[in-house]
């Protein structure tokens, strides 16, 4: 693609509601550059997103800004949030939001980025070094989805044992965090985060959750101590109710139960694919004892749009982990652009009406990606045919001047 002139109408639009976070003018053209590159550039390091500028200052300083420039990024993501309340299909749903918590490792090629270190990825089946993010993400009754916020983990090593925090402790600092902000929703997240400290502290909160239970973890079931995956055996096929979702259908059993060391009793929901299996496909539990079937599931189907969706786009399209800045700070305000990118263009998605820039309607991250690419790439030929008529600029000159060629 031809060298950039001009931010996309996305971006444009982004520096009016999000340029008073910074201080100076050159801030906010770095803030401009960077979540345009994050959209368009093929390489969404640093020196790749400098380097996709016809007019830019030396990579040095959109790498100062990253890293050691005065801005708040706290205050940016708190802006991300209040501008998302906005709009009806982003804005927070007292009753039928959702917040998925999940962590989500993020590849790096250097091993002297600061909190990097090797993790198994289950995934993959193989070590990596990474980033560990524990991520809390919202999911509105429209569909529509983003980040709150986010803790990085570090390894006891990286800090010594006495600042240490495990993945629990960094979940149950969302939490708070979400309960400190007010922001309305049920918990929901997967089996590694369903322990007793973590359901003790949301039912403390006053929250409501649903969690995905190991099969062979131990709950308490007409007065004997048994592993969950225990209690599928003795439910007769008839005695499995049938509860479609769309044009699946499954098949539950559920019923009070309690969990050693959880303070509270829960409710067991146990889900075969056919009524007659022998084996259930997932147990679940909640809280909050008097919700029916469907409207537990309905949470915990979230956990996947909330979590996955967010990790596939984020580093496919948005670059979350191709930033090599060695700095935790540079890497954290690096996750809070991504988030803001991120939700500027979930903010474009399933419009009622096509926006001009975009000529389609978006569905999808990677369509919003492509369209913004679109839009940026009309502004640069528009540049040169202004340069062709006013100026009287030959062909050669103008494909020197958008980088296509290496002389004029």
């Not at 990579?59 to 100062?64: F, I, K, T």
């Not at 902000?181 to 409501?208: E, K, W």
């Not at 959880?262 to 539990?285: A, M, N, S, Y």
């Not at 001009?356 to 492509?370: H, K, N, S, V, Y």
Request: hydrophobic share 35%; proline share 4%; aromatic share 10%.
């Amino acid at each position: 693609m031809p060298a950039i002139v001009q931010f996309p109408t996305v971006v444009q639009e982004a520096l009016k509601a999000y340029g008073d976070v910074f201080s100076n003018q050159p801030e906010r053209h770095h803030l401009g550059e960077y979540l345009t590159g994050l959209m368009v550039a093929p390489r969404k390091s640093v020196r790749g997103i400098n380097q996709e500028f016809v007019q830019t200052t030396d990579q040095s300083c959109l790498n100062r800004w990253l890293v050691v420039a005065e801005w708040d990024s706290a205050a940016l993501n708190a802006r991300r949030l209040q501008q998302l309340q906005k709009d009806p299909t982003t804005r927070y749903s007292p009753s039928r939001g959702v917040i998925a918590i999940d962590n989500v490792l993020i590849d790096h090629e250097g091993k002297t980025i600061e909190d990097v270190g090797w993790f198994w990825d289950h995934a993959e089946e193989r070590h990596k070094i990474a980033h560990d993010y524990i991520i809390a993400n919202y999911v509105c009754p429209s569909g529509k989805h983003y980040p709150l916020e986010f803790r990085r983990f570090q390894k006891k090593e990286q800090v010594g044992p006495e600042q240490f925090k495990d993945h629990n402790q960094l979940v149950r600092e969302l939490v708070d965090w979400v309960c400190e902000q007010r922001i309305p929703g049920d918990f929901t997240f997967d089996s590694y985060f369903t322990n007793a400290d973590n359901l003790n502290h949301l039912q403390a909160q006053g929250r409501a959750y649903v969690g995905d239970l190991k099969f062979n973890r131990k709950v308490v079931y007409r007065g004997q101590e048994v592993k969950a995956e225990a209690i599928a055996p003795q439910i007769p096929a008839a005695g499995r109710a049938e509860v479609r979702l769309g044009e699946k259908s499954q098949y539950y059993f559920t019923g009070v139960v309690r969990i050693p060391k959880v303070g509270h009793p829960v409710r067991l929901v146990i889900l075969w694919k056919k009524q007659e299996d022998t084996r259930p496909v997932k147990i679940l539990v909640s809280n909050r004892t008097y919700w029916e079937i469907n409207r537990a599931l309905r949470v915990y189907r979230h956990r996947w749009t909330g979590t996955e969706t967010f990790h596939r786009d984020g580093k496919q399209h948005l670059g979350m982990g191709k930033c090599q800045v060695r700095k935790g700070q540079g890497q954290t305000r690096h996750m809070y652009l991504v988030f803001l990118a991120y939700s500027l263009l979930m903010g474009q998605l399933q419009r009622c009406h096509v926006q001009d820039w975009a000529l389609a309607r978006l569905t999808t991250i990677g369509e919003a990606c492509r369209a913004v690419t679109k839009d940026t790439l009309a502004k640069t030929l528009a540049w040169a045919i202004d340069r062709v008529i006013k100026e009287g600029w030959s062909t050669p000159q103008i494909c020197h001047a958008l980088r296509l060629t290496a002389q004029p």
